[in-house]
């Protein structure tokens, strides 16, 4: 199930129109109201959310999303009129998994929508864990944990923090992020990655020293020198 909060009849019509068309079952909202209301019955698989709405902004909704543990690990799409890269930085920051500017094409939004899911939904073979100084992740039970304590991350953070666990000591540049973890040929704002791991590491605490960042190439995951 997937959820849409765009106030504008027409663009939210079209779009559940077009996803429910392509066996992608959608169901839109015009006031954040009604979408919580929906939340406390149903979670979804993905969120398609745009920022100017009635009663509470997209990011407002996005701040609430990634504040509940509940709620933390659903990916994100933002579909909003607001094309600035400050616009775009501010919603990464916040935890957006996706960022879609309008007006946009309904094969375009298609496309990432079922790449999104792809990584929410697969079942990978993966070990119980893994395991660096104080840091533990379970891909399985998808939990993260510093020190013992539970640490929230958004489905890309947790994705970007695997993926980092699967070629550890292995660098891996911007692209290979942009590739495996966002699964289509991203429009090259490499920001993307940078916002991320950023906010991945802030989330990590000291922990995060682990994620090293390699000049002009990209970053790696190995023990922390003495000093990083």
């Keep these: ?44 698989a993905l969120i398609l959310l745009d920022i100017m709405l009635p009663e509470e902004d997209g990011l407002a909704i996005l701040r609430r ?8 690990g659903i990916p994100v799409m933002m579909l909003t009129a607001k094309v600035s890269e400050y616009d775009k930085v501010i919603g990464l920051d916040l935890g957006a998994d996706d960022y879609l500017p309008k007006p946009f094409g309904m094969m375009e939004l298609i496309a990432r929508v079922r790449a999104l899911l792809r990584r929410a939904q697969r079942e990978t073979q993966e070990p119980e864990g893994y395991s660096m100084g104080s840091l533990y992740v379970s891909p399985e039970r998808h939990i993260v944990r510093v020190e013992g304590r539970d640490v929230t991350l958004t489905f890309k953070e947790f994705e970007m923090l695997v993926l980092l666990f699967r070629n550890r000591g292995m660098v891996l540049t911007r692209d290979q992020f942009l590739n495996e973890v966002w699964g289509y040929a991203f429009d090259g704002e490499n920001r993307t990655v940078d916002v991320h791991i950023r906010t991945l590491r802030q989330k990590l605490g000291d922990a995060g020293r682990c994620i090293h960042t390699i000049r002009g190439i990209g970053y790696k995951l190995e023990e922390p020198a003495d000093e990083d």
């Design 1 to 44: 199930m997937i959820y849409l909060i765009e106030d504008d009849d027409g663009i939210r019509e079209l779009v559940v129109y077009t996803l429910c068309g392509a066996d992608l079952e959608t169901v839109g909202f015009e006031r954040p109201s009604a979408f919580w209301e929906a939340m406390a019955q149903r979670r979804p």
């Design 65 to 72: 999303l990634r504040a509940s543990s509940e709620t933390a």
